[in-house]
């Protein structure tokens, strides 16, 4: 089931569906601190939101060696279907053409 991210989850999560190979937290680190430098990322912070991934069913860790790896479980798609969802039905009440029409506005 997708559960809403906050806004650094989301960015650590775009981050890792950007990702081609393995995804480990100094993979992950490397690419943030060149993205995002202002942010001054430590490696603490990251560990905690890739526990809170895994705890929300968006990651699955592996343990290789002293390395931990993780796995996507939920796609950037699938994401994105449930963040389009929620809008539609929040702001929309299911009413898609009134959602098209609000889209198109902008």
Known sequence: MVR?????????????????GLVTLSAVMDI?????????WKAQTISTYFRKL?????????????VYSYTILISEKEYREYLVGDVLNRFFHGDKDAFIAAVKER
Not at 4 to 17: A, C, Q, R
Not at 32 to 40: A, N, P, R, T
Request: charged residues 40%.
């Open 54 to 66: 895994v705890e929300k069913d968006y990651l699955k860790m592996k343990r290789q060696g002293k």
């Open 32 to 40: 943030l601190d060149v993205q995002y430098k202002e942010k001054g």
């Open 4 to 20: 809403e991210l906050t806004k650094t989850e989301e960015i650590v999560m775009t981050t890792i569906w950007g990702m081609d």
